[in-house]
């Protein structure tokens, strides 16, 4: 396994995750991960993440395999 890519340089703080299902009328979004468009009743997830500086971001994923690739500590 290679797991030598972690030269992250900020600390990132999961806040919370949830799985959702986009409805209509919902803004459509994209994985963050491989980028596939999340489309109306899709189950997604969501994830807020808190930086360091206190920042807060949201980010979603078709399927939480895409989520564990880019979170491997969620
Ligand atoms: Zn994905």
């Known amino acids: 396994m290679n797991t030598s890519s972690n030269t992250a ?3 990132l703080i999961i806040q919370n995750k949830s ?3 986009l ?3 919902s803004p459509s979004y994209r994985c963050d991960y491989c980028g596939q468009v999340i489309s109306e009743r899709m ?3 969501g994830v807020t993440i808190r930086d360091s ?3 807060i971001t949201e ?3 078709c399927e939480e395999e895409c989520m564990i690739s ?3 500590d969620i």
């Open 9 to 11: 340089a900020a600390e």
């Open 19 to 21: 799985t959702r299902v």
């Open 23 to 25: 409805v209509g009328g």
């Open 43 to 45: 189950r997604y997830s």
């Open 53 to 55: 500086a206190g920042n």
């Open 59 to 61: 980010h979603f994923f």
């Open 70 to 72: 880019q979170y491997p």
